[in-house]
């Protein structure tokens, strides 16, 4: 008899717990008890929370890492395209066998009770990690920290912190000060951590609890720096400067992840090759990637530019409205967005920088998603923000109201949410999410 496929696996756990989100370790510490603790058993461990930037700075972490002959596990979420992408072990996305016999094996010990979906998922990963040789493990936390299940490891490796910014308020806590605190959670005595560039606010809550938890502190501006020199990015701390191109990944803010993950490197004891791989080498989906073939760009004019960025916060939409900037300050035309966006997300916040460097805004809403914004009610939102703004029923009928009264070339980014940004690599030929 055929086992279950993973996609019928991964539905079936979906409905073992009522809710979506629900912050809490103990289901997960049940689970991996009854797992015989794959949690001690894991490579070196890096762990990773922030706000924005986790994705990206693991991507530069793992690309450092691996240009130094580490094999690396790597979990990461949510996935754009298939879920195999958030396992990827000793440098592969797992396949479909392993994770379909790995999700069975959960499910059964879990016998029916009560899990999240990230959490008996995550568990999932974590046995795989234990299993599988390799140098070091890179956990990108899934939302917050203190109580995401990722947190289960008592003494990784080093930990770090990219920005911190509002996001997931209903869960974390309603002021940047609850927020981070909720981030520092991944902190671990005599463990370091790696802080990215933050508000005074935020740096202020990390700094307290480090104290508290015994953690020492590798702090962007104090310990490590970074910046731009001449289209060069230059890092410099105690072990001397690094003079190296710039990111492979656009935008201000990838060269802030790229100071993270330098500095992450330096404390694991990479040479300055391995750092300058981390950002060539890095590929990361969905964040200011540019679609380079398949039927949502064959719908534009010749010559005509279609960007994908998955970003949905007020952070998101400043990084985004700097590349913008960078796109004007070359003397291009403004672009045309079209979004989509959760109704969890504050759309104002997001869109409020992006509304006055755009041509215009087609919105849409997100397919096969329940919690999206109406394509109507988030053009109202765009609107009220200042934008020219309208609706459109999907995202091919938004790129023929952007292109029907002109055949010249357009630059169009979609943007919004990572669920979007998932249906349109599925439709694009070279949409391959992780590579």
């Not at 938004?398 to 630059?411: E, F, G, N, Q, Y």
């Amino acid at each position: 008899m055929r086992s279950d496929t993973s996609d019928v696996l991964l539905d079936r756990l979906l409905t073992l717990h009522p809710k979506i989100i629900d912050l809490t370790l103990d289901r997960v510490w049940r689970l991996l008890e009854d797992l015989q603790s794959p949690e001690r058993d894991l490579p070196p461990v890096v762990h990773i929370a922030g706000t924005n930037g986790k994705g990206s700075t693991q991507a530069m972490i793992r690309a450092g890492l691996e240009a130094a002959g580490h094999r690396v596990h790597a979990y990461t979420s949510p996935h754009l395209v298939r879920f195999h992408e958030r396992i990827r072990l000793a440098g592969d996305l797992i396949g479909e066998d392993h994770l379909a016999a790995l999700l069975a094996e959960c499910e059964t010990a879990n016998g029916g009770k009560p899990i999240t979906f990230f959490e008996i998922t995550t568990v999932a990963a974590m046995l795989a990690f234990a299993r599988t040789p390799a140098d070091y493990t890179l956990l990108e936390v899934g939302l917050g920290g203190r109580l995401d299940a990722t947190n289960v490891v008592d003494r990784p490796a080093i930990t770090a912190i990219t920005p911190i910014s509002f996001d997931h308020q209903q869960f974390l806590g309603e002021t940047i000060e609850e927020i981070a605190a909720e981030k520092a959670g991944i902190m671990k005595p005599d463990v370091p951590c790696v802080i990215a560039p933050q508000s005074d606010a935020v740096l202020s809550v990390l700094r307290e609890i480090a104290d508290r938890v015994g953690a020492p502190l590798r702090v962007h501006g104090e310990d490590w720096l970074v910046r731009t020199e001449h289209g060069r990015l230059v890092y410099q701390d105690q072990d001397g400067l690094l003079d190296l191109d710039p990111p492979r990944l656009p935008g201000l803010h990838q060269q802030q992840n790229a100071g993270t993950a330098i500095a992450v490197l330096r404390h694991l004891g990479a040479d300055d090759a391995a750092c300058q791989a981390a950002l060539l080498r890095a590929d990361w989906p969905a964040r200011m990637q540019r679609i380079t073939s398949g039927p949502l760009l064959d719908a534009l004019p010749d010559g005509s530019e279609l960007w994908l960025d998955g970003g949905h916060n007020a952070a998101a939409g400043e990084a985004i409205a700097a590349v913008l900037d960078d796109w004007h300050a070359a003397g291009t035309e403004a672009p045309h967005l079209i979004v989509g966006m959760l109704e969890t997300k504050t759309a104002e916040d997001f869109l409020r920088p992006l509304a006055p460097r755009t041509a215009q805004m087609v919105t849409v809403a997100i397919p096969d998603t329940q919690a999206t914004y109406t394509a109507e009610t988030l053009a109202e939102i765009a609107q009220s923000v200042g934008a020219l703004a309208s609706a459109a029923p999907s995202v091919e009928e938004a790129l023929s109201k952007i292109t029907k009264d002109s055949t010249a070339p357009v630059r169009v980014l979609i943007c919004g949410s990572l669920y979007l940004a998932g249906h349109v690599l599925g439709r694009a030929s070279d949409g391959a999410a992780a590579a």
